[in-house]
């Protein structure tokens, strides 16, 4: 197993060939349903949930970014098959996240259903997590002044309990489970990348610098490049080759940009 490097091939051979343990996070997306044209390779999802459960560490996370096709007028339920998979071979369903995206691409006026905005993000877990580090935004209210009237059916119980007491907003609080993050143009040298801030959200989140990120299906290499800026060592699997010299260019920039 080489650290740092994209492998070109199956991603379920080239698993095979990992040991036992020593993933710390992978961030990917699946090739879902009819949904994006992928070459024409064969996408053996079982096999790939069975590798990654064995070469993930306990404590550690896999971040599956999925949605559903619809296929004559009915959702295929593709992701909560495989989220219910990833159950039964072990993993813990730790949190169902979303991606919400504000620029969705716009319904047609016949289809007869709302306009889809939003992925999932199922986040699966080998045991508890290791590592979360949570991510924060800035309070709407930050630093406001509020008085809180305490003079409640619990207070009352209290003699000496004070009735009006001043806070202060805080600054920061977590964020939810549903990520707003823009969809980027299209590009043209590969039908579905990754935005940069969701894989960067996931790296943060679940893994510490010097940790190693995987991504079995890694595309253009948006998962490996994050996980480099961020301090953090990757692996990739394309089976495409010409997927695979883009992602090794776009992580070789952040050693260009770096050294600027």
């Known amino acids: 197993m080489k650290l740092n490097h994209i492998y070109h091939g ?3 051979d080239v698993m095979r060939t990992f040991p036992d343990g020593v993933i710390d996070l992978t961030v ?3 090739p879902y349903d009819n949904l994006r044209t992928y070459k024409g390779y064969d996408f053996n999802f079982e096999e790939i949930a069975k590798e990654l459960y064995r070469v993930t560490k306990d404590g550690g996370v896999v971040v599956w970014v999925v949605a559903d096709a619809t296929i004559k007028g009915s959702e295929t339920g593709t992701s909560f098959r495989q989220a219910l998979y990833f159950k039964e071979i072990g993993f813990n369903l730790h949190d169902t996240m979303i991606w919400h995206k504000p620029n969705p691409v716009p319904q047609f006026p016949t289809i007869k259903r709302y306009t889809n905005d939003f992925e999932y993000m199922f986040v699966f877990s080998k045991c508890q997590p290791n590592t979360f580090n949570p991510l924060e935004t800035r309070c709407k209210t930050a630093g406001r002044k509020v008085n809180r009237n305490t003079n409640s059916a619990f207070a009352e119980q ?20 549903t990520w707003e993050i823009g ?6 040298n590969h039908p579905a990348i990754f935005p940069e801030r969701l894989a960067e959200g996931h790296i943060l989140s679940w893994s510490n610098v010097g940790d190693l990120v995987f991504d079995p299906m890694c595309g253009s290499g948006t998962t490996c490049k994050m996980a480099k800026l961020n301090g953090r060592n990757y692996i990739g699997i394309d089976i495409a080759e010409e997927y695979v010299e883009l992602a090794r260019r776009r992580v070789e920039e952040v050693s260009e940009e770096s050294e600027t």
Request: aromatic share 0%; charged share 35%; proline share 6%.
């Open 158 to 177: 209290s003699a000496d309990r004070p009735r009006d007491v001043v806070t202060t907003t805080k600054n920061k609080k977590r964020l939810s489970n």
């Open 10 to 12: 199956d991603c379920v």
């Open 183 to 188: 969809v980027g143009s299209r590009n043209k």
């Open 28 to 30: 990917t997306s699946p």
